[in-house]
T-cell receptor
């Protein structure tokens, strides 16, 4: 079946940029999402991108989409300790959604 | 790897009836499971956090009497949509994480509910 993959861990220093990568296999994806999960909480939507876009910027967040390679990335500029969390990418074709397993971002002071 | 099984994958029901969706962790114990809903062409919305042995915690705006959640065991949480109406038609998905701070979260396959 269709799949979404992302690396499990990322560690950066406070103030650096973080880049979390995701690959997917569904060529009929229409929306791609990034969610953040803080300890003990559910997923909260961070940002999303429509599949005919290649970039979206929202304050410190930049989403890049390479549809040809089915590669999605989330860049967090000036990463802060409060950004430490698990980040999930997901893709949707309007019928269902598939999620990656999550990337744990650790921000060191 | 760990697997979360959600059943049924799709269901069609008549208005006024109730529908139960099951979410099972197949090879690990999940003290906490999450239930989400996706409206067409919109993102996922957290509905509630299901805690084994205690009442679920519902997000603001989610009717707890309409969306009954029961986390009866460490491997099973159920979501019952009571007195379903067409506006309840949606995609429902559950997720669970292995206790102890594990990174990975595991998602069910999702349930497409259509109320006619």
């Amino acid at each position: 079946g269709e799949d979404v993959e992302q690396s499990l861990f990322l560690s950066v220093r406070e103030g650096d940029s973080s880049v979390i990568n995701c690959t997917y296999t569904d060529s009929s994806s229409t929306y791609l999402y990034w969610y953040k999960q803080e300890p003990g909480a559910g997923l909260q939507l961070l940002t999303y991108i429509f599949s005919n876009m290649d970039m979206k910027q929202d304050q410190r967040l930049t989403v890049l989409l390479n549809k040809k390679d089915k590669h999605l990335s989330l860049r967090i500029a000036d990463t802060q300790t409060g950004d430490s969390a698990i980040y999930f990418c997901a893709e949707s074709n309007n019928n269902d959604m598939r999620f990656g397993a999550g990337t744990r971002l650790t921000v060191k002071p | 790897g760990a697997v979360v099984s959600q059943h049924p994958s799709w269901v069609i029901c008549k208005s006024g009836t109730s529908v139960k969706i099951e979410c099972r962790s197949l090879d690990f114990q999940a003290t906490t499971m999450f239930w989400y809903r996706q409206f067409p062409k919109q993102s996922l919305m957290l509905m509630a956090t299901s805690n084994e042995g205690s009442k679920a915690t519902y997000e603001q705006g989610v009717e707890k009497d309409k969306f009954l959640i029961n986390h009866a065991s460490l491997t099973l949480s159920t979501l019952t949509v009571t007195s379903a109406h067409p506006e309840d038609s949606s995609f429902y998905i559950c997720s669970a994480q292995i206790p102890g701070g594990s990174t990975e979260a595991f998602f069910g396959q999702g349930t497409r509910l259509t109320v006619v």
